[in-house]
């Protein structure tokens, strides 16, 4: 049941459905771009801990080097250091963003030398946490 007016002005209720539609689609979009740009996190002000893509290249002595790429963690940690009257004189917290699941995949190098073996271990973030640093998986430079 289409309006007088509509037919009057030369509408037709298909064309009155392109319009509908057009303009839910339009919407649907700006809609979408709102959420998008709401999830796409800046990383520079990022706070937390979380996976995401990563390429290295993997070497060994006298092996050709291979670019891997795979997902590794990445964020800030709360960390904290205060003075206490007691030695050590400082009561320290640090937590890395590290693996708290992680599958090991291996790559082969090329071109290694009967000595070396071709095979570089490697993991592949599946799950990141805040935590102590391990030596394991992590460089904790001076922890």
């Given amino acids: ?5 509509l037919l009057r002005e030369g509408g037709s209720p298909d064309r009155m459905w392109l319009r509908s539609w057009t303009l839910w ?6 809609l ?18 979380a996976v995401r893509d990563f390429s290295f290249v993997a ?3 006298g092996c050709r080097g291979l670019r891997v790429a ?18 050590p004189y400082i ?15 291996t ?4 071109a290694c030398p009967p000595h070396v073996s071709p095979l570089y271990p490697y993991p592949l973030a599946l799950q990141c946490a805040c935590s102590l640093c391990s030596p ?8």
């Fill in 1 to 5: 049941m289409w309006s007088k007016t």
């Fill in 25 to 30: 689609l339009a919407f649907s979009l700006w």
């Fill in 32 to 49: 979408g771009s709102i959420a998008l740009s709401a999830a796409v996190t800046k990383l520079d002000t990022f706070r937390g801990c």
């Fill in 59 to 61: 070497q060994k002595p």
């Fill in 70 to 87: 795979t997902e590794a963690c990445w964020g800030r940690c709360q960390t904290w250091e205060k003075l206490v009257p007691e030695p």
């Fill in 91 to 105: 009561q320290r917290h640090h937590q890395v963003c590290t693996y708290s699941r992680a599958r090991y995949l």
């Fill in 107 to 110: 790559a082969r190098l090329a």
């Fill in 136 to 143: 394991r998986d992590t460089e904790c430079e001076t922890f």
